[in-house]
T-cell receptor, first 111, second 116 residues
Framework: GESVGLHLPTLSVQEGDNSIINCAYS??????FIWYKQESGKGPQFIID?????DKRQGQRVTVLLNKTVKHLSLQIAATQPGDSAVYFC??????????FGKGTRLSVIA | NAGVMQNPRHLVRRRGQEARLRCSPV?????VYWYRQLPEEGLKFMVY????????ESGMPKERFSAEFPKEGPSILRIQQVVRGDSAAYFC??????????????FGSGTQLSVL
């Protein structure tokens, strides 16, 4: 089955700097990847997703990069703001399995 | 346009009691997923339901846990004879499309279950 892990449980970034959160997955058959943001006391909020036929996808201030060769996924947040402080989860699956979540990285933005 | 609604937000039960957690998906969504989250952990899949059908319950404990999604009304996650280890946040999510796992899920705010 799939297992998903983040490289760092915590990350501190200065306000205005770029943030990079990394994630590794184990199942080479995984073809869908997604990032969620979870603020304290709230449910996960969708940020961005990417399918395995792509290497990069951009949203508003966020970019997801997928490296299928090394089974690695990253989330880049440009010009990090205090409101970006939260726990970030990556998740992955293939077409017939539920999303498997990693343990999350807590991002703290230093003003 | 309401999102996924879960209630109650907080539920306190004594050991041996029953817990019933409710979830109303996004309007128009007919697929519901339940996940459990322990403190400082990721979300663990429990069960996937469509209206009146359980599609995948591979993450559900074999005993004491059950889930339903009736034709009318919310999805219910039921935990019988709760134990302290059941204390966790339970999240419901929904999706609009049929038969696919690889699409984004819309999550509710969760129910925090505390077992005394």
């Amino acid at each position: 089955g799939e297992s998903v892990g983040l490289h760092l449980p915590t990350l501190s970034v200065q306000e205005g700097d770029n943030s990079i959160i990394n994630c590794a997955y184990s199942n080479s058959a995984s073809d869908y990847f997604i990032w969620y943001k979870q603020e304290s006391g709230k449910g996960p909020q969708f940020i961005i997703d990417i399918r395995s036929n792509m290497d990069k996808r951009q949203g508003q201030r966020v970019t997801v990069l997928l490296n299928k060769t090394v089974k690695h996924l990253s989330l880049q947040i440009a010009a990090t703001q205090p409101g970006d402080s939260a726990v970030y989860f990556c998740a992955a699956n293939s077409g017939n399995t539920p999303l498997v979540f990693g343990k999350g990285t807590r991002l703290s933005v230093i003003a | 346009n309401a999102g996924v609604m879960q209630n109650p937000r907080h539920l306190v039960r004594r050991r041996g009691q029953e817990a019933r957690l409710r979830c109303s998906p996004v309007k128009g969504h007919s697929h519901v997923y339940w996940y459990r989250q322990l403190p400082e952990e990721g979300l663990k899949f429990m069960v996937y339901l469509q209206k009146e059908n359980i599609i995948d319950e591979s993450g559900m404990p074999k005993e004491r846990f059950s889930a339903e999604f009736p034709k009318e009304g919310p999805s219910i996650l039921r935990i019988q004879q709760v134990v302290r280890g059941d204390s966790a946040a339970y999240f419901c999510a929904s999706s609009p499309r049929a038969g696919l796992f690889n699409e984004k899920l819309f999550f509710g705010s969760g129910t925090q279950l505390s077992v005394l």
